[in-house]
Structure formats: structure tokens, C-alpha cells
């Protein structure tokens, strides 16, 4: 039971968190103006260097008003997505100094978000998908061939489940699949596209606009993407569901899972030891042999005997 000061530490969290999203286009333009400003600065010999960085600028801007017109729609839900009592309590639309501080921490992490919605759920991002999601797939469906398994009632965990798409696709293979995130700026998104989200390429962001670096040109800056590139809907088969919060706070029943499969999140642990401690506790034992073991951290007299590591991603199930 969370005591009277945790619910009111946690409330306080979501508001920052909706206040970040409600505050993205004012401060994006703070950090676009200041660029303005310097440019300003300059003599008219050394602008004429620079002729092209007003427009490019303003292109940034409008850049970041259209990515500004998904916010609304989603902290519309965001609300009464935890059923959370305090959530309609007014969030002030002009931030205090301190709350400017915290504010521009966060506007980082919804930067994050644009990032990842390109990756997860656009045609952009279907190589780097392929690269880094195809791998776990592919081993959890040889684990667990169609001809052996009922795949409707095997359990696959994918704890960092970021804004889903790893758990989707999962559960549109059959499996019944739960996505665990930590990430509240992520939850809100997630919640969004994996609910509401009604149709293909139905909306258009611009995940670069932020990034000033390893750039050719504005052109670069401005690759606009569409999502989602597929409706998530998973199959009639599948089960799919998210949860939020802590992976070692919410996940404390033994041998529940027949898989653990993860992407981005082991190498994230602030204890790498006690996320597969746990990991080992929540696997159901099995039957199968040792098909690959790759990380010598890992004793296999003591804990897994199938541990494939590719990079940083893994699939993880308990064979003792």
C-alpha cells in the first residue's frame, strides 16, 4: 500500500510530466529563439555567410508546431489512463522558475518520444527494426514452434517495452505478451498509439528537428515520418497487454513467465545482477536443452542454460 507521501511524490511526477508535454512547443521555440538571437548578433558581413539559417530556422519552428498538434490529442486520454483520482487537478500552463528548470530536463525525453515513435511505428524505422527486434522474434518463435506449442497460452514478458512495438508484434504471433514500462513519458504515448491510434500513416511528426548534429543540411533535420505504419491490433490468437511501473517492484511472482524477452533494457539496469536474479525467478522451469549460451557472467550450472545475447538484446528461458 503507497503511503500518503507516495501518492502525493507521484502525483506531483504525472502533472510534471503533463506539464513537459503542454510546455514542447514553447520551449522548443525558446532554443530555436536563442539560435535567432545569436544569429542576430552577428555583423552584416558574417550573415551574409550565413544567408540561408533564417529560413532554415523557421522551418524548424513550424517543424516543431506540427509535432506540437499530436500533444493534445494525446494528454486529452492521458488523464484516465491509471484512473488516477488526482489527475484532473490544473496544471499551470506558465511554469515558475523552477518548474522552467525541470521542465527543460524534460523536454529532452519528449524529444525521446518523436525519436521512438519514428523507430516503433513508422516505415522509417522498419530497418532499424529489423536489426534490433527480428532477432528476439525469430528466437522466440523457434523456441516455441507452432506444431509443439498452444501459442495462446504461453507467457512472454518484455519488460523496457518503450512505446511497444517488441510486444506487439510479439502477441500478433500468437503469444500472449505483456509489455512492462517505467517510462511515464512513454506510457502516455504508448497508450495512445496502441488504443486510439484508428488508421495507417494517420499522423505526421518531424523526430529530428531537435538534433543539430550529423546533419547534411535542414533537409536532414526536417525527414518527416508517418504512423503508424500498421494498425495495432494484434491477432485474434494473442493477448497482448502493458503495464507500468518498476520491473522489480511489479514483477515478484515466482515462475509466472515462460519467456523474457528484452531489448535496450538490461544494459540500462542500475544492477545488472539483480534484473537477471529476477529474470530467473519469474521464468517457469522447462525441460529443453541448452541451445546457446554466449555471456560468461552468466554460471550455467546455476542459473540459465539459454541465454542468447545479441548486442543488447536478449531472450531469456529457464531450463532448471
Known sequence: MMSEQGILEERAYFLSVINTFKNYRNLSYNRIQHKEKCLGSLSDHHKKWLSNCSEDLNKLKEGVDKNYEFIPLVLKHAYTMFDNAYSNTPVPITPTDQQEKTLSEGLEKVQSVFKQLMRDWSSLGASERQQCYQPIIDEVLLNYPEDSFKRSEIQVLVPGAGLGRLA????????????????????????????????????????????????????????????????????????????????????????????????????????????????????????????????????????????????VFQVFIRFV
Not at 247 to 262: G, H, I, M, P, S
Not at 267 to 280: G, K, L, R, S
Not at 306 to 311: A, G, N, P, R
Open 168 to 311: 506487439f508484434e510479439i502477441a500478433s504471433k500468437g503469444f500472449r505478451c505483456q509489455g512492462n514500462e517505467f517510462n511515464l513519458f512513454m506510457l502516455i504515448v504508448s497508450f495512445y498509439v496502441l488504443n486510439l491510434c484508428q488508421d495507417i500513416d494517420q499522423y505526421l511528426i518531424y523526430p529530428w528537428i531537435h538534433q543539430f548534429c550529423n546533419n547534411h543540411s535542414v533537409e536532414d533535420q526536417m525527414t518527416e515520418a508517418r504512423f503508424p505504419d500498421v494498425k495495432p491490433t494484434p491477432s485474434e490468437e494473442g493477448n497482448f497487454s502493458m503495464t507500468a511501473g518498476d520491473f522489480l517492484e511489479v514483477y515478484t511472482t515466482k515462475e509466472e513467465w515462460d519467456c523474457v524477452a528484452t531489448c535496450f533494457f538490461i544494459d540500462c539496469a542500475p544492477n545488472v545482477v539483480q534484473f537477471i536474479e529476477t529474470i530467473y525467478d519469474i521464468l517457469k522451469p522447462g525441460e529443453k536443452q541448452p541451445i546457446l549460451v554466449q555471456m560468461e557472467i552468466l554460471n550455467r550450472k546455476k542459473k540459465f542454460n539459454l541465454v542468447k545475447f545479441i548486442f
